[in-house]
Structure formats: structure tokens, C-alpha cells
């Protein structure tokens, strides 16, 4: 309960901030919030501007929400072994050292985060560190480190701003339409309550559709994350920690979290899911 508190509190932090800056915004423009430049200006800040501050903040929001222990003098042999092996990895993937972490969960599961391949985070889970061997443990990094590689985290908030753009402008441009002709015949309109019902509802309809659009691409993703980790530490490695995770607990992570871990939460449909199915993970490796 305390990471979806976290997770629903900062958003709303966000929301209220963008809200400030784009009235005062639009009061220096003179701009009305029904007229399409207007809107776009809205849509641009609301979509871009939350993706974008979540991005910033994401390794903050991470340590916070998931608790997590972040290794500046390793205290045992786990440590020294984790701090080792993603130093190692990153040289060879050529990124700057991330931040390593540990955090208290059932679960095996590990995430990356961070607004940049330069300043990044890797975590691991306790379940993870009891429940796997050395070698899957060291495939999961390696698919972790992959994702900062490959610059992920930036590409997943590009196309975030881009669907929540889209899906904000769309709906308010729709809802002006439909206000319109049901209150056409009224002298003035802008603040009817038609107009905000099917803002919210068109809002909700584009945004599931714009979510089967960015969990398609974060599916693609997954599947490189995993070449690379195969690149990194081997083929058979990576193969043994998927057949592994099998036998999780569903995910306890949130948002760009969950995005970004190795595994995601169970019973989501495959349309919405973030992550392939693991079996098709592991046949796309055996090629």
C-alpha cells in the first residue's frame, strides 16, 4: 500500500504543478481552453511535461517507493559481488556505472531506472537474491543494464509524451465537438458540464487504446533487453533465469517500475501486459 500511496501522491503532485505553470501559461498568451491552441498548449504540457518530470524524478520515486538499500561500501559478499558484476557489465556495454540496490521483497525481480544512461539505477529484490542461482542472477543484471544501454527509460517517456498528447488533445477537440451540438442552441459555452463529461470519457477510451500502443513497444523492448543480456553473459544464462522466474510471486512494482523490471505482474491481459510471455522470451533466445 505504501508504493501505490507513493506512486499515486507524487502524480498528483506533478498534475498540480503543470496545472500552475500552464494557467500562468496561458494568462501571458491569452489563450481560451477551447480554442485548439489552446488545447495543444494543454495536451503538450500535461503530456510531455508528466512524462518528462516522472523521468527526472524516477530514480527518487524508485528508492522511496521500493525502500531500497542503495551499496556505497558493499557489507558482505552478496554486495561486493553485485557491485562487481554490474561494473563490469556496464564497461562492456559502454554506460557510466549505475547505482546498485537491493530492496525487501518476495518476489524475484530486479528494475532499472533513471533519466539517463549516465545516471541510472539497477535494483535487485531479496527473493531474487535467495531464489536464484549466481549465474541467473547475473543474466538479470545483465538484461538490466541492457535497458539502460539501450536507452530505454528515454524512448519509453518519448512515446508516453507522444500517446498522452495525442490522447489529451483528441478528447478535449471531440468533447468540444459534442458540447457544441448539444448546446447549440445557447448563447455561450466553455464551462457546460457535457463538455467535461465526455472530455474525461474520450479520455479514457484513447487512453486504452494508447496504452496497447506503448505496452506493444515496451514488449519489443523486452526482447532486446534480452539479446543483450545474452551478449553480455551468454545465451544459456539468460534462458535459465526466464525458465526461473516461472515460479514467481506476482510483481509488488509500479508504473515505470514494473516497465522496466525483469518480470511483471501476473494475469494482465497480453495486450496490456509490459512483458511478453516468458516462454516466448525464452524460444526468441533458442533463435
Do not use: C
Not at 559481488?81 to 546498485?100: D, F, H, N, R
Not at 487512453?207 to 553473459?233: C, M, P, Q, T
Not at 512494482?253 to 518480470?263: D, H, K, P, T
Request: aromatic share 8%.
Amino acid at each position: 500500500m505504501k508504493r501505490v500511496f507513493l506512486f499515486l501522491l507524487t502524480n498528483l503532485a506533478v498534475m498540480l504543478v503543470l496545472g500552475v505553470v500552464l494557467s500562468i501559461i496561458m494568462s501571458v498568451l491569452g489563450l481560451s481552453h477551447r480554442s485548439l491552441d489552446g488545447i495543444l498548449l494543454i495536451a503538450t504540457v500535461f503530456g510531455f511535461g508528466g512524462s518528462f518530470i516522472s523521468l527526472f524524478m524516477s530514480k527518487w520515486i524508485a528508492k522511496r517507493s521500493t525502500g531500497a538499500h542503495v551499496i556505497t561500501q558493499p557489507r558482505n559478499e552478496t554486495e561486493h559481488w553485485l557491485v562487481q558484476t554490474v561494473s563490469e557489465q556496464a564497461k562492456k556495454a559502454g554506460i557510466k556505472m549505475p547505482e546498485v540496490a537491493i530492496y525487501e521483497s518476495p518476489e524475484m525481480n530486479a528494475f532499472a531506472t533513471g533519466p539517463s544512461k549516465n545516471n541510472s539505477l539497477v535494483a535487485v529484490s531479496s527473493g531474487l537474491l535467495h531464489h536464484m542461482n549466481q549465474d541467473q542472477a547475473e543474466a538479470v543484471l545483465a538484461h538490466e543494464v541492457s535497458h539502460i544501454a539501450n536507452g530505454d527509460m528515454v524512448t519509453l517517456t518519448l512515446i508516453q509524451g507522444v500517446v498522452n498528447t495525442f490522447v489529451i488533445f483528441a478528447a478535449k477537440v471531440l468533447a468540444g465537438i459534442v458540447d457544441n451540438f448539444i448546446n447549440s442552441d445557447k448563447e455561450e459555452g466553455g464551462s457546460s458540464w457535457t463538455y467535461f463529461l465526455f472530455d474525461m470519457v474520450f479520455q479514457v477510451l484513447f487512453g486504452v487504446l494508447a496504452s496497447i500502443v506503448v505496452a506493444s513497444y515496451s514488449r519489443k523492448r523486452e526482447f532486446a533487453a534480452d539479446s543483450g543480456a545474452a551478449k553480455l553473459v551468454g545465451a544459456d544464462k539468460m534462458r535459465s533465469a526466464l525458465e526461473r522466474l516461472k515460479q514467481n510471486h506476482p510483481s509488488q512494482l509500479q508504473g515505470s517500475m514494473m516497465a522496466f523490471g525483469i518480470a511483471s505482474g501476473k494475469g494482465m491481459a497480453e495486450l496490456f501486459s509490459s512483458h511478453p510471455p516468458l516462454d516466448a522470451r525464452i524460444d526468441a533466445l533458442r533463435k
